[in-house]
């Protein structure tokens, strides 16, 4: 079946700093999500987002489908962006997900 | 927009013990359903999905079974816990049709 894998497992940024995080998937998919699992457990959907690029305040994605993979990236890192980023891949009505990138900003 | 609901948000069991775990949507109709298994907060597991009521199919041969009396009620169970069943349970929704999946709030099991 389909694989995702996300790059890099861990990430230790200080506050301020830019960072980008990298999805692949091994066979075409029809959709491909951004997640964040907050410290305390909440997933919270980031970006759906199936090709091209999508903004929202200082994050932004981009998905080149023909090369299947993504890239998230947050600029301008806070405290509060720390947690672990999922990638999700949907074939059929499952989503395949990668095993996460787990960041910490620092003050 | 569509609310998942799940409780307890944790929970300490001993092994042999029952376990069910509840979920409930609110907001939308006819959704897909699933249940996920997180452990060592890395990686989700697909352990059950259901796309409407009394259809269950699960990914994961295991101690645990699903059952969804209700369009928007979703529950896991177990008859006897294991050590192996600790983890955290995420319950999520997901419109037949769409792609994307809505979460709740987890339960956070540990079996002693």
């Known amino acids: 079946g389909i694989q995702v894998e996300q790059s890099p497992p861990d990430l230790i940024l200080q506050e301020g700093a830019n960072s980008t995080l990298r999805c692949n998937f091994s066979d075409s998919v029809n959709n491909l999500q951004w997640f964040h699992q907050n410290p305390w457990g909440q997933l919270i959907n980031l970006f759906y987002i199936p090709s091209g690029t999508k903004q929202n305040g200082r994050l932004s994605a981009t998905t080149v489908a023909t090369e299947r993979y993504s890239l998230l990236y947050i600029s301008s890192s806070q405290t509060t962006d720390s947690g672990v980023y999922f990638c999700?891949?949907?074939?059929?009505?499952?989503?395949?997900w990668g095993a996460g990138t787990k960041l910490i900003i620092k003050p | 927009s569509q609310t998942i609901h799940q409780w307890p948000a944790t929970l300490v069991q001993p092994v042999g013990s029952p376990l069910s775990l509840e979920c409930t949507v609110e907001?939308?109709?006819?959704?897909?359903l699933y249940w996920y298994r997180q452990a060592a907060g890395r990686g989700l597991q697909l352990l059950f999905y259901s796309v409407g009521i009394g259809q269950i199919s699960s990914e994961v041969p295991q101690n645990l079974s699903a059952s969804r009396p209700q369009d928007r009620q979703f529950i896991l169970s177990s008859k006897k816990l294991l050590l192996s069943d600790s983890g955290f349970y995420l319950c999520?929704?997901?419109?037949?049709?769409?792609?994307?999946?809505?979460f709740g709030p987890g339960t956070r099991l540990t079996v002693l």
């Open positions: 907001g939308t109709s006819n959704p897909n």
């Open positions: 999700a891949a949907l074939t059929n009505y499952q989503l395949i």
């Open positions: 999520a929704s997901g419109l037949a049709g769409a792609d994307t999946q809505y």
